[in-house]
Protein backbone atom coordinates (compact mmCIF):
# COMPACT_ATOMS: atom_id res chain seq x y z
CA UNK A 1 0.00 0.00 0.00
CA UNK A 2 1.24 3.72 -0.69
CA UNK A 3 0.89 6.89 1.87
CA UNK A 4 -2.19 8.21 -0.43
CA UNK A 5 -5.37 6.53 0.59
CA UNK A 6 -8.85 6.99 1.53
CA UNK A 7 -8.58 8.38 5.58
CA UNK A 8 -4.69 7.82 5.26
CA UNK A 9 -2.32 9.26 8.13
CA UNK A 10 0.85 7.89 7.47
CA UNK A 11 3.95 9.53 9.12
CA UNK A 12 7.67 9.00 8.09
CA UNK A 13 8.13 5.98 10.26
CA UNK A 14 5.79 4.06 8.28
CA UNK A 15 7.55 4.32 4.88
CA UNK A 16 9.74 1.28 5.80
CA UNK A 17 10.70 1.03 1.88
CA UNK A 18 12.43 4.31 2.67
CA UNK A 19 11.39 7.81 1.73
CA UNK A 20 13.70 8.40 -1.57
CA UNK A 21 12.24 5.60 -3.39
CA UNK A 22 8.69 5.50 -2.40
CA UNK A 23 6.39 7.93 -4.52
CA UNK A 24 4.27 10.52 -3.03
CA UNK A 25 3.29 13.01 -5.84
CA UNK A 26 3.63 12.90 -9.85
CA UNK A 27 1.76 13.40 -13.53
CA UNK A 28 -1.08 12.12 -14.65
CA UNK A 29 -1.82 11.26 -17.77
CA UNK A 30 -4.37 13.40 -19.92
CA UNK A 31 -5.96 13.61 -22.87
CA UNK A 32 -4.22 15.75 -25.22
CA UNK A 33 -7.86 16.61 -26.49
CA UNK A 34 -8.51 18.02 -23.45
CA UNK A 35 -5.30 20.23 -22.58
CA UNK A 36 -7.57 23.32 -23.04
CA UNK A 37 -11.34 21.99 -22.27
CA UNK A 38 -14.28 24.91 -21.81
CA UNK A 39 -17.70 25.34 -22.18
CA UNK A 40 -17.77 24.80 -25.71
CA UNK A 41 -15.29 21.94 -26.18
CA UNK A 42 -17.25 18.40 -26.19
CA UNK A 43 -13.69 16.41 -25.40
CA UNK A 44 -13.35 15.76 -21.60
CA UNK A 45 -10.90 13.90 -19.35
CA UNK A 46 -12.99 12.24 -16.44
CA UNK A 47 -9.51 12.09 -14.56
CA UNK A 48 -8.74 15.86 -14.75
CA UNK A 49 -12.03 17.44 -14.83
CA UNK A 50 -11.94 18.78 -10.90
CA UNK A 51 -9.83 20.57 -8.85
CA UNK A 52 -7.35 19.01 -6.72
CA UNK A 53 -9.51 19.68 -3.47
CA UNK A 54 -11.79 16.97 -4.41
CA UNK A 55 -9.91 14.47 -2.39
CA UNK A 56 -9.89 10.66 -3.00
CA UNK A 57 -10.93 11.10 -6.75
CA UNK A 58 -10.03 9.67 -10.66
CA UNK A 59 -8.97 13.23 -10.78
CA UNK A 60 -6.50 13.32 -8.06
CA UNK A 61 -5.05 9.98 -7.01
CA UNK A 62 -2.89 7.48 -9.26
CA UNK A 63 -1.86 3.79 -9.22
CA UNK A 64 1.64 1.98 -9.60
CA UNK A 65 0.11 -0.83 -11.05
CA UNK A 66 -0.65 0.68 -14.41
CA UNK A 67 1.92 1.97 -17.00
CA UNK A 68 3.51 5.05 -17.08
CA UNK A 69 2.21 6.81 -20.53
CA UNK A 70 3.14 9.51 -22.37
CA UNK A 71 0.00 12.27 -23.19
CA UNK A 72 -1.59 11.01 -26.32
CA UNK A 73 -5.18 11.63 -27.92
CA UNK A 74 -7.58 8.86 -26.57
CA UNK A 75 -10.99 7.85 -28.02
CA UNK A 76 -13.83 7.51 -26.18
CA UNK A 77 -13.56 3.84 -25.89
CA UNK A 78 -9.81 3.77 -25.05
CA UNK A 79 -11.14 5.74 -21.93
CA UNK A 80 -13.36 3.63 -20.72
CA UNK A 81 -12.38 0.34 -20.99
CA UNK A 82 -8.57 0.72 -20.55
CA UNK A 83 -9.60 2.62 -17.33
CA UNK A 84 -6.24 5.32 -17.97
CA UNK A 85 -7.83 7.92 -15.68
CA UNK A 86 -5.52 5.52 -12.95
CA UNK A 87 -2.30 6.20 -15.38
CA UNK A 88 0.62 7.85 -14.06
CA UNK A 89 1.88 10.07 -17.60
CA UNK A 90 2.54 13.93 -18.76
CA UNK A 91 3.16 15.82 -21.79
CA UNK A 92 7.45 15.34 -22.06
CA UNK A 93 9.17 13.51 -24.02
CA UNK A 94 11.28 11.30 -21.73
CA UNK A 95 9.57 10.62 -18.82
CA UNK A 96 7.38 12.21 -15.90
CA UNK A 97 8.31 14.13 -13.26
CA UNK A 98 7.50 12.25 -9.47
CA UNK A 99 7.69 13.34 -6.06
CA UNK A 100 9.31 11.47 -3.24
CA UNK A 101 8.50 11.25 0.14
CA UNK A 102 11.86 12.66 0.65
CA UNK A 103 10.80 16.02 -0.72
CA UNK A 104 12.99 15.39 -4.17
CA UNK A 105 11.90 15.67 -7.61
CA UNK A 106 13.02 12.96 -9.80
CA UNK A 107 12.18 11.95 -13.77
CA UNK A 108 10.90 8.60 -13.96
CA UNK A 109 11.18 7.34 -18.03
CA UNK A 110 8.36 5.93 -19.82
CA UNK A 111 10.32 2.46 -20.09
CA UNK A 112 10.79 1.99 -15.92
CA UNK A 113 10.80 -1.53 -15.17
CA UNK A 114 7.26 -2.54 -14.22
CA UNK A 115 8.42 -4.05 -10.86
CA UNK A 116 10.35 -1.12 -9.82
CA UNK A 117 7.55 1.27 -10.83
CA UNK A 118 4.96 -1.16 -8.84
CA UNK A 119 7.52 -1.19 -5.75
CA UNK A 120 8.02 2.45 -6.13
CA UNK A 121 4.35 3.16 -5.07
CA UNK A 122 4.32 0.94 -1.91
CA UNK A 123 5.48 2.37 1.21
CA UNK A 124 6.48 -0.84 3.07
CA UNK A 125 6.60 -3.64 0.36
CA UNK A 126 9.61 -4.71 1.63
CA UNK A 127 11.20 -4.51 -2.20
CA UNK A 128 14.78 -4.07 -2.59
CA UNK A 129 14.76 -0.88 -5.58
CA UNK A 130 17.40 -0.41 -7.82
CA UNK A 131 16.65 2.48 -10.48
CA UNK A 132 19.38 1.52 -12.86
Same mark, same amino acid.
Given at each position: MGISFIRSEISL????DGTSKTYMAGEKLVNVDAYEFNDQTTVRDDGDDQGYLI? !?????? @??? &??????DFRQTIAQ?????????????????????????SVRTVS??????? !?????? @??? &????SEN
Open positions: RQITG !HNGDTV @RSS &GCPIMQHTTELLYNNWGSAHSGGINMMFADGYDVNKDV !HAAMGT @RAG &GEIV
